[in-house]
């Protein structure tokens, strides 16, 4: 959706829920369900509301500055009827924030530093060497967070988000994590591509002026990084209070309940960092 209006209003947001419920009633009667919040929750606890709506098989989250490249979602769905346990990314592809431009971004998978933010590193040759080249799905330690697709059922098997988490910031990481450490896996498909407007800065901040994504951060550590987590506590988040993470033990032993593999993920994210 590419249109951009230049008309003035003094309530420009009201505008907006106005323009989006016209164009869902007139354009996409009956495929579109909108649930809007009644109060502020971030995106954390937005996807999981939106989740509890959805009917259909598979979830698929796109942020809202995306734009859909052709034939993108049939190779994104493929894997995930293969593996119930697949979650896919597509490639995120560079919509231009000044011109809406549209680029191809490289072939990149997901990773992240000790202060956990999340980087984009270049991927083993080993990962590329199945049967359809470059061209087949790849394993990548994280997701980006804002594009990815994921079977229903399992999105809550596993637990969904942390609701904890507030407003934006780290709860990319912390499903990665519960992926790799419960089960699943994490693939790039590189036949999907859809394109993501990458702001130069958040156009909004959080409730009180909250550091959201340290306080999120924070509860990843405490949840899943085990003795991994000392690296992140000396460095950025040394500072912060603990006292609200008391719950999180439980939190962890009763969503995580395949032990196995928490030894695969602990080699694949710490390769990456
Ligand atoms: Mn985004």
Known sequence: CRRVSSRRSADPEQEL?????????????????????RQREGLIRGRM?????ATGEV??????????????LQPLLAPVQADRRTVVCPVIDIVSADTLAYFASPIVRG??????????DPVPPAELGGPD????PFRSPTMAGGLFAMDRKYFFE???YDGGMDIWGGENLEISFRIWMCGGQLLIVPCSRVGHIFRKRRPYGSPGGQDTMAHNS???????????KVPVLTSCLSSLPVS????????????????PSCVTVVTVTSASA
């Open 17 to 37: 829920k106005d323009e989006l419920d016209r164009y869902l009633r007139t354009e996409l009667q009956d495929k579109v369900r909108l649930v809007r919040n």
């Open 49 to 53: 509301i939106g989740a509890a709506h």
């Open 59 to 72: 979830l698929v989250f796109l942020d809202s500055h995306c734009e859909v490249n052709e034939a993108w």
């Open 111 to 120: 990773g992240f530093n000790w202060g956990l933010h999340f980087k984009w």
């Open 133 to 136: 080249g470059a061209a087949g």
């Open 158 to 160: 596993l637990g969904q």
């Open 218 to 228: 924070l509860r990843l550590a405490h949840v899943w990084m085990d003795e991994f």
């Open 244 to 259: 609200d993470l008391a719950s999180c033990g439980p939190f962890r032993s009763s969503t995580c309940r395949c032990v």
